[in-house]
């Protein structure tokens, strides 16, 4: 019987391919999850309706319900992932073109059911997309695969976010939103570079996400997710609102967390694929908790004592470290997930742990309009400075059942 896949050294255009394929879907994420509030609040929309934008991507946090069904069925001719791949960038390329073509004009609802569109198919996508780099690439290179899936979201929060949000400022929403939609539709040229005909031959287990609750190791990890991802979704969630209520212009904004943002991010993640050569993905998590922790409460103490208003660098100097962290945190992350996955169903098993990990960070998005506009930016930080030193100080002991668990396996 054939192996899922011949593990031969990964290339960099195996690499070059991987991050294309993200890329491919982080194009319209970001632009709702960067562009989109920027616009909201600069026509003076309310941060409680900003924060609820976040409930545009339920599909991202139940598409483990759908999962079993992408490592299941395809098209032999095809393959297994290229399948999906396939029609899921075509019905991307199609929602971001009516989304262009109606906008806001329309109406609310239509605007949110286009939305609901460009979501499903990004996230049904996306466990294509997950299933291929966890079966392509041999254990000891799931380091590359995280990086290079943290470099495809850093460009497409780049062109996605800033890049559109600098369009709509210039040509206005409909020349912008048509120029996505040719961006994305070009990352097609990495689908025509995956072939994986051979790749399910093997599989003789039927996929299921049941099988995936199963596993300890698991669902220690969702604890983890839980208490590591819920402190940080707030915190990112207001950072834009905060700069436009800084007197940031758009321009401003998207440069610094799009561009500038974007490639600290990029850098962060090959920093981190370098120190997972010599530690565990979890040790790296925790670390960079810490450096979290600590970023929060520097930007509480920079908006406290007015430096943030007498020289808006240092608040923009904040933003970037914390970008940063984040990005080296996503990286660790996901090559934890990487290395739990089964190669039997590892689009499955990936995609319910990124399922958990973004229904936490949606649901503490969403709150966060709330707390910080009860709070003030000053104290909701500082509060979530605190929060997050008590959130590694419980992960620790969940990363050693963890280790405890998936060694043995």
Not at 66 to 79: E, I, K, Q, T
Not at 237 to 255: H, K, N
Not at 344 to 353: E, N
Request: glycine share 8%; hydrophobic share 55%.
């Amino acid at each position: 019987m054939q192996r899922p896949f011949e593990q031969v050294p990964v290339t960099r255009l195996g690499l070059a391919v991987i991050v294309a394929l993200y890329l491919a879907h982080a194009l319209p994420l970001y632009f709702y999850n960067v562009a989109m509030p920027a616009i909201l609040r600069s026509q003076g929309v309310d941060l409680r309706w900003i924060g609820m934008l976040s409930l545009l991507y339920v599909p991202w946090a139940f598409k483990f319900l759908w999962a079993p069904l992408v490592d299941r069925h395809y098209v032999n001719r095809l393959g297994r992932r290229r399948t999906w791949l396939w029609l899921t960038q075509a019905a991307l390329v199609l929602g971001i073109v009516v989304l262009a073509l109606t906008g806001l004009e329309h109406g609310l609802l239509l605007f949110v059911l286009v939305g609901l569109w460009i979501s499903t198919f990004a996230a049904t996508q996306d466990i294509a997309i997950d299933g291929y780099t966890v079966e392509s690439l041999a254990p000891a290179e799931h380091r590359l695969g995280s990086m290079a899936q943290s470099i495809g979201v850093g460009l497409g929060s780049m062109l996605g976010g800033a890049g559109v949000l600098w369009l709509y400022q210039v040509v206005g929403w409909q020349s912008a939103l048509l120029t996505l939609a040719g961006l994305t539709a070009l990352t097609m040229l990495a689908v025509a570079r995956v072939d994986d005909r051979h790749s399910a031959a093997a599989t003789a287990a039927t996929p299921g996400f049941i099988a995936t609750f199963k596993r300890r190791e698991v669902r220690w990890t969702l604890l983890l997710i839980l208490v590591y991802r819920l402190v940080e979704a707030p915190a990112m969630a207001m950072l834009t609102p905060l700069l436009v209520d800084r007197q940031w212009s758009l321009t401003q904004i998207g440069l610094l967390m799009s561009v500038a943002g974007a490639s600290v991010g990029l850098l962060a993640a090959v920093l981190a694929a370098r120190l997972l050569q010599r530690q565990t993905p979890a040790s790296l998590l925790l670390r960079a908790g810490w450096l979290r922790s600590l970023a929060y409460l520097l930007i509480a103490g920079l908006l406290l004592s007015g430096l943030a208003d007498g020289s808006p660098l240092w608040l923009g100097a904040m933003v970037l470290v914390l970008l940063a962290i984040r990005y080296l945190a996503m990286t660790s992350l996901y090559a934890l997930f990487m290395q739990l996955c089964s190669r039997q169903q590892a689009g499955t098993d990936f995609t319910v742990l990124v399922c958990i990990e973004l229904l936490v960070f949606f649901v503490g998005g969403s709150l966060s309009g709330f707390l910080a506009k009860s709070l003030g930016y000053d104290a909701y930080y500082l509060l979530l400075g605190g929060l997050s030193v008590l959130s590694v100080v419980l992960c620790k002991p969940i990363v050693r059942l963890i280790q405890a668990e998936s060694g043995h396996r």
